[in-house]
């Protein structure tokens, strides 16, 4: 049974492009392709600028080159530049690069480097040409990965562009946001693919067929997980990791138990690919039969049934241009009115698995978020919608039990999600 799940996962990521690894970085390179023509221009259009400068170092990598590098340059060597220039009348952008870089890299780039010029040079003497009102750079105080430039390559670049130029140099984070958060056409169908395999992965591995009462352990599903992604060709970019709630229970997420009938186990796992640079995150949640019993309590069934309420309220409220402390607070207001206990803590997705855009709801601040919680929604955005109901079970004594929730979703229009959702506690 393993075996027929591991290759019935790798043939549906060869359908996708997605598997073996030439075919993902032959798709790499055409969502590449595809996210500077649709998404670039809109993102410094949007953000005012017309002009990007990113640079990165050898072994102190900006991590935004990985979505503007081709497969075959998985890091900067040397010093390599890449420059965007927005025509400020066609809108056209031109694509250039500075520096060492790759053979699949000259097919997108201008190889704009003169034989007689340092990279710095270079990048003078192209500035200079395009004459830009607005020089974005890789800086942010509110996103890690906005903030990619370090202070050293910021010295030199000011001291090569002279006091002019540098004094045109800002904060790229209104564009460098926007241009991670959207994903483009392939990048959405890829997200379907990669969902799924992350559900075919839940499903062996909270079965039957893999958990035996008494004798594993959430421990055990762990590192089946890992293998599995392995297996596949792909990485995990957090734990996998699984936890249970049982009636006396010392806490809601017990760790390296072994499982036990009437336990409720869960689990949060995400996967990402080495060239095509998107994430997973999800959170199932099992019931473990007891003897006699042939499907769960219908308390817990209940609660399940109250977090998919509040995750029809949070998608419902996921409308475009607005916040996502707007979007947090409406939410929670609506699904305690409708005498759900609600925690949300929502994130975009996609080349980060904590990724760039609104966050609607923090799991250590269930209030205001200043900064990320202020930004508002955005189409073509995947998110992890995450949230967490709770209720006092007469099963277990008033033992507060947590049902635990995490799916991933694309809102574009209207909030969906990308390969569906548990509707059902899974039985083993």
Request: with cysteine.
């Amino acid at each position: 049974m393993y075996q027929q799940v591991i290759d019935n996962m790798k043939q549906k990521l060869h359908r996708a492009g997605l598997y073996p690894l030439k075919a993902q970085a032959d798709l790499s390179t055409r969502i590449l392709k595809e996210r500077l023509e649709t998404i670039l221009p809109w993102a410094m259009e949007k953000a005012g600028v017309d002009m990007w400068i990113v640079l990165s170092r050898e072994n102190c990598e900006d991590p935004i080159i990985r979505t503007l590098f081709t497969w075959d340059m998985p890091e900067a060597r040397r010093i390599s530049i890449l420059m965007f220039h927005r025509d400020r009348e066609s809108g056209e952008i031109r694509k250039m690069a500075v520096g060492m870089h790759s053979p699949e890299m000259s097919n997108i780039y201008e190889n704009v480097q003169k034989s007689d010029e340092d990279v710095w040079q270079s990048v003078a003497r192209l500035t200079a040409e395009a004459d830009p009102e607005k020089i974005a750079v890789n800086r942010s105080f509110l996103y890690g990965f906005c903030d990619g430039l370090s202070s050293t390559l910021l010295e030199k670049l000011r001291e090569s562009l002279g006091e002019t130029y540098a004094g045109r140099i800002c904060d790229g984070e209104e564009l460098t946001v926007r241009w991670l958060q959207r994903v483009s056409p392939l990048e959405k169908e890829a997200m379907k693919v990669l969902t799924s395999v992350t559900h075919d992965i839940v499903n062996y591995t909270f079965s039957s067929e893999f958990v035996q009462p008494g004798t594993t352990t959430t421990t055990n599903i762990e590192w089946c997980m890992r293998n599995m992604i392995s297996e596949i060709g792909y990485h995990y970019w957090f734990g996998p990791d699984v936890d249970l709630q049982r009636k006396g229970g010392t806490s809601s997420r017990m760790f390296g138990e072994v499982i036990q009938p009437g336990d409720l186990i869960h689990c949060d796992i995400g996967i990402n690919g080495l060239y095509v640079h998107l994430h997973t995150d999800m959170q199932w949640v099992a019931y473990i039969l007891k003897e006699g019993e042939s499907e769960a309590p219908e308390e817990m069934e209940e609660l399940l049934t109250k977090g998919n309420r509040f995750r029809d309220i949070v998608r419902e409220e996921m409308k475009e241009g607005i916040s996502g402390n707007e979007i947090f607070e409406v939410s929670v207001d609506r699904a305690r009115k409708e005498g759900i206990c609600p925690m949300l803590y929502t994130h975009p997705l996609g080349t980060f698995g904590h990724g760039a855009g609104p966050t609607i709801g923090l799991y250590s601040n269930q209030g205001f978020v200043p900064g990320n919680g202020e930004r508002p929604v955005e189409d073509k955005t995947c998110y992890a919608l995450e949230l967490n109901v709770s209720d006092e079970l007469k099963l277990w004594d008033g033992q507060t039990v947590f049902m635990y929730l995490e799916e991933d979703i694309c809102k574009d229009g209207t909030a969906e999600y990308l390969d569906g959702h548990q509707e059902h506690l899974m039985l083993i």
